[in-house]
């Protein structure tokens, strides 16, 4: 009979403050669940790597371990590279440096955030209260992106998918645009040069140095309106991680 456990696997950081908002989401989704929950860190969480969390829930019987990537984009070659090395996948798309790991248990690996509803609801609360005429604004997601042309394409259709979703919600118009290869300031001209309100909404889990040094330079100078604020902390993210853990477990049971 299968014991699955659920493996959360994020970028991780040296800032505490972006583990610790990472950790508390994860706690609130492993008191829903009645079976393991472990966070895990792609990198620069010492003792607390994806081989840690894959051990720690080998170690408490599991014999199938449900990977959510917490990644906002399926278009982050991360979770590409982690697919492989966890063996959910037999050969990464890009070449990398991640060794394969050391897995007994089956593995289930999910979706990240893409445009599901839960992230869209989440997007429009953290820039509602900036937010005054919404017929005459423009939200512009500013996602990460990618310099490699496929995983760019992913990055581009997912964020098409959740402009649509968080333009249904606020009844504002939504636009999308990428750090890399870097169409930022150009979006937002294109739409202040048509008269429109820009307000630019950040589409990262955490605050951190895109948030605060690299958004703010590429939107200077042109009175877009910007809190800064990320994805998390918010409640509906433990909620998104449950769906996806549990559509996972169902499948085990099908």
């Known amino acids: 009979m299968a014991q699955p456990g659920v493996l959360v696997i994020s970028h991780g950081s040296r800032e505490q403050g972006w583990v610790s908002l990472v950790d508390e989401a994860v706690g609130k989704l492993a008191a829903r669940m009645d079976m393991p929950v472990v966070a895990s860190y792609l ?14 829930l080998e170690d408490q019987g599991v ?9 906002v984009s399926s278009g982050s070659t991360h979770v590409d590279e982690i697919a492989y090395a966890i063996g959910a996948k037999a050969v990464p798309e890009l ?9 007994r248990a089956a593995v289930h690996f999910g ?9 869209a609801a989440m997007v429009w609360d953290k820039v509602s209260e900036l ?4 017929k005459k604004e423009v939200i512009l997601l500013v996602g990460h992106g990618s310099r490699h042309d496929g995983f760019r394409r992913r990055w581009e259709e997912g964020m098409s998918r959740l402009a649509g979703r968080v333009g ?7 636009d999308y645009a990428l750090l890399s290869p870097g169409n930022v300031r150009e979006k937002a001209l294109h739409w202040k040069e048509r008269g429109c309100e820009v307000i630019a909404a950040p589409l990262f889990l955490s605050e951190g140095y895109f948030t605060e040094k690299v958004i703010p330079d590429r939107i200077q100078g042109l009175a877009c309106r910007y809190s800064g604020k990320t994805l998390l902390p918010h409640p509906l993210l433990s909620h998104w991680m449950e ?9 085990l049971k099908s």
């Open 63 to 71: 014999t199938d371990i449900v990977v959510i990537p917490l990644f």
């Open 111 to 119: 979706t990240p955030m893409d445009d599901h509803p839960d992230i």
């Open 43 to 56: 990198e620069l969480v010492e003792g607390r790597l994806i081989q840690d969390g894959i051990t720690a």
């Open 131 to 134: 937010s005054v005429q919404p």
């Open 168 to 174: 249904a919600l606020s009844g504002t118009s939504v």
């Open 95 to 103: 070449e990398t440096d991640l060794e394969l790991f050391r897995v």
């Open 243 to 251: 769906s996806q853990a549990h559509l996972m477990i169902q499948s």
